[in-house]
C-alpha cells in the first residue's frame, strides 16, 4: 500500500441499533487487507468506543479511518455540545450520560479511556457549543 486507505462514515445519532456499525466494517474491511488480528482487535475496540460516544453525547457525527503501510488513524468528528473538561472525562468511571442510557448498559464511562488505551496515540479537540475532534493511531 504506497496510498491510504480511506474509509469514511456517518454515525447515525438517532438510532442505537446502527451504533457500531462503522467498526464492524472497519473490522471486515481490515481482515480483508490481512492486517493482524491484535491490530484489528484494537482498531474495533476504539472505534466503537467513539461511535457510542458519538450517538450518547453529540447526536452522531462522521468518522474517518485511513489504513497507511505504517499505521491506522482514526478521527472522528461531531457537532455536538463538546466536552467541558477532557481531563476529567478521561478518568475512568467519569460519565455524563443521562439515566435513560444507563440504563440500555452504555456510559459507564470507560469509552473515552478505552479509546487511548487501545490506540497508540490520541488527540482530542473540543470547543463547548461546537462539538469534538478526536484523532486516534494505532500502529502497524
Do not use: C, W
Not at 491484535?38 to 457525527?61: F, P, Q, T
Not at 482530542?124 to 494505532?138: D, H, K, N, Q, Y
Amino acid at each position: 500500500m504506497t496510498d491510504a486507505v480511506r474509509l469514511h462514515f456517518l454515525v447515525d445519532g438517532e438510532d442505537f441499533t446502527s451504533a457500531g456499525q462503522a467498526s464492524v466494517q472497519v473490522k471486515k474491511n481490515l481482515r480483508q487487507l490481512g492486517i493482524a488480528p491484535e491490530i484489528i482487535r484494537k482498531v474495533s475496540i476504539a472505534m466503537y468506543e467513539g461511535e457510542i460516544n458519538m450517538v450518547i453525547h453529540a447526536g452522531g457525527g462522521e468518522a474517518d479511518v485511513l489504513i497507511y503501510e505504517d499505521r491506522i488513524e482514526i478521527e472522528l468528528v461531531d457537532r455536538g455540545p463538546g466536552i467541558a473538561n477532557i481531563d476529567l472525562a478521561m478518568q475512568e468511571g467519569f460519565s455524563t450520560a443521562p439515566d435513560n442510557i444507563r440504563s440500555l448498559g452504555f456510559g459507564a464511562g470507560m469509552g473515552l479511556p478505552n479509546m487511548k488505551r487501545y490506540t497508540d496515540s490520541m488527540h482530542i479537540e473540543s470547543a463547548l457549543g461546537e462539538g469534538t475532534r478526536i484523532l486516534m493511531t494505532v500502529r502497524l
